[in-house]
């Protein structure tokens, strides 16, 4: 059918005639930020908005060298790129190659220009931050009296811990006397002797914040001998002071909460740490009177008495046993004995006396066994049972006996 197009040739069509159109190449837009998204990709993807209509529109990621500062919800801005067609969704949006807030165009570019100057001087060094101490007993607040931020300090510092004292310096955070003011709150309650010092306000516009963004403030901060957090605007808002500062804080509730130790959380680590001590001092003593129980046993056995009773009782043993082996060598003894008894007494000269038999000796004593041993005349001895015969001898007869 003549005259009938597809949805892709209209939409080519029209991305045509966008790009053909040279405003359309090359304009400023300026407006409320809403629905701003910070892709995973790099892309930002974010809607412009005034009191008459809705502009869709994205920054790439390769064009993010446009965006001097991290944008967010309500932020008036001005945003330069071109328009045209996304052809798939068949949708215009502005395609953004820069990004400045409204109205503070020259202001960005000193806040960038001192920035520079200030990290290149060395103020913003991570070896010249002073630690933040960790039970602040005097907290110094650089503040306006009626500001919100003085409000929140107050109720997170009584919320955490009453007893820390805090001391406001009420300085003027906004306009011509700002500045001088900021500086002297510090300079103030660093003579003073507090632990930390907070300096901020609460949040609003680069106009509103830009005195924490002059140098004579950075340098304050610098030369403070007190730690001082910085909590200026909210978390999405960076001044040059919260760089120079020892902690940066996003918001000034927060940082009441870096600044003041919360007794509640004290307390219950006190009691945990009470507790842990008190188990291990439970088992140290148990393992000390274990310890002690095998040194009294120990000590039981090495005992001097003990050693003597038994080696006393070792001696008794020992003593036993030898008399016990004593008795038995003299039933072995006697036994022998009795047998050498029996054997005498088979030769005894008294058992063939008192058979009958006698036993000759000389008067000298020796045995006469031979008339050889003997001549006529000499004397001589028969010993019988009942009594000795002294004869003489008359005359020796020899035999021959065959044995």
């Known amino acids: 059918m003549a005259g009938v197009y597809s949805v892709g040739q209209v939409n080519t069509y029209i991305k045509n005639m966008f790009t053909q159109d040279i405003l359309l190449n090359r304009l400023s837009v300026k407006g409320e930020v809403s629905n701003c998204k910070y892709h995973a990709s790099g892309h930002i993807y974010f809607t412009l908005k005034d009191g008459s209509g809705t502009l869709s529109a994205v920054m790439f990621a390769g064009n993010r060298s446009g ?16 328009i045209s067609v996304y052809e798939r969704d068949g949708k215009y949006q502005l395609y953004a190659s ?20 200030l990290e290149e001087m060395g103020m913003f060094a991570p070896e010249y931050k002073k630690p ?5 007993r005097r907290v110094g607040i650089v503040t306006a009296s009626t500001g919100a931020a003085v409000r929140d300090i107050m109720n997170i510092s009584a919320r955490r811990n009453p007893y820390v004292q805090l001391i406001l310096y009420p300085a003027i955070v906004q306009g011509e006397y700002a500045v001088p003011s900021i500086v002297k709150g510090i300079l103030t309650l660093d003579a003073y002797g507090v632990d930390v010092i907070i300096a901020g306000r609460g949040g609003g516009s680069i106009e509103d914040l830009w005195a924490f963004n002059e140098e004579a403030v950075a340098r304050a901060i610098f030369e403070c001998n007190t730690p001082i957090i910085s909590a200026v605007g909210h978390e999405t808002d960076y001044t040059i002071a919260d760089f120079v500062s020892d902690l940066r804080a996003p918001t000034p509730s927060a940082a009441a909460e870096l600044a003041v130790c919360d007794i509640r959380e004290l307390d219950r680590r006190i009691s945990q740490y009470g507790g842990a001590l008190f ?19 120990h000590f039981k056995y090495l005992n001097p008495v003990n050693v003597l009773r038994e080696r006393r009782q070792r ?20 036994h022998e004995l009795a047998v050498y008894c029996e054997r005498l007494n088979g030769v005894s000269p008294l058992k063939r006396i008192l058979a009958g038999y006698g036993y ?17 005349q000499d004397l001589f001895l028969v010993h019988l049972v009942d ?17």
């Open 67 to 82: 965006l001097a500062f991290r944008m967010t919800d309500g932020q008036q801005v001005v945003v330069t790129g071109s």
């Open 98 to 117: 820069k990004i400045v807030p409204d109205g503070t165009g020259d202001l960005f570019l000193r806040y960038q220009q001192l920035k520079n100057e």
């Open 132 to 136: 933040i101490p960790l039970y602040s």
């Open 279 to 297: 188990s291990a001092m439970e088992n140290r003593i148990a393992g000390c009177r274990e310890r002690l129980k095998e040194y009294e046993l």
């Open 315 to 334: 001696i008794i043993d020992c003593e036993e046993k030898l008399h016990s082996l004593m008795q038995a060598v003299i039933a072995q003894k006697r």
């Open 360 to 376: 000759i000796e000389d008067m000298q004593g020796n045995g006469i066994k031979s008339i050889r041993q003997v001549k006529e």
């Open 387 to 403: 009594g000795v015969i002294e004869s003489r001898v008359e005359k020796t007869v020899e035999k021959n006996i065959t044995p």
